[in-house]
């Protein structure tokens, strides 16, 4: 029923910078809310970043000042801008949105990789 492409992870030195896209697509009536959700290895998932269909957005404390959610409504698309990222910030990154089709649900993306090297 929808479908997430999500692009944008790679490796990158400590102090670069990266930005995540991720798209979705199908049967969407409506976009609750859209995030950005980080898991490393031998850790649990974590919320990286969210935005309602209104703007607000939410950050993890880890991240907060230097990642930047924003969003697309009219392409269904959610963006993480990462600066002075830190070898810590090393993770799969998950877009996760919660959409209206004939019902509300949740779906995740296939996961991007960013590495960060010291």
């Known amino acids: 029923q929808v479908q997430l492409v999500e692009s944008g992870g790679g490796l990158v030195q400590a102090g670069g910078s990266l930005r995540l896209s991720c798209a979705a697509s199908g049967s969407i009536f409506s976009v609750n809310a859209m995030g950005w959700h980080r898991q490393a290895p031998g850790k649990q998932r974590e919320s990286v970043a969210t935005?309602?269909?209104?703007?607000?957005?939410n950050y993890a404390d880890s991240v907060k000042g230097r990642f930047t959610i924003s969003s697309d409504n009219a392409k269904n698309t959610v963006y993480l801008q990462m600066n002075s990222l830190k070898p810590e910030d090393t993770a799969v990154y998950y877009c996760?949105?919660?959409?209206?089709?004939?019902?509300?649900?949740?779906?995740w993306g296939q996961g991007t990789q960013v590495t960060v090297s010291s």
């Open positions: 996760n949105v919660v959409v209206t089709t004939t019902y509300v649900g949740s779906w």
């Open positions: 935005i309602t269909s209104g703007g607000s957005s």
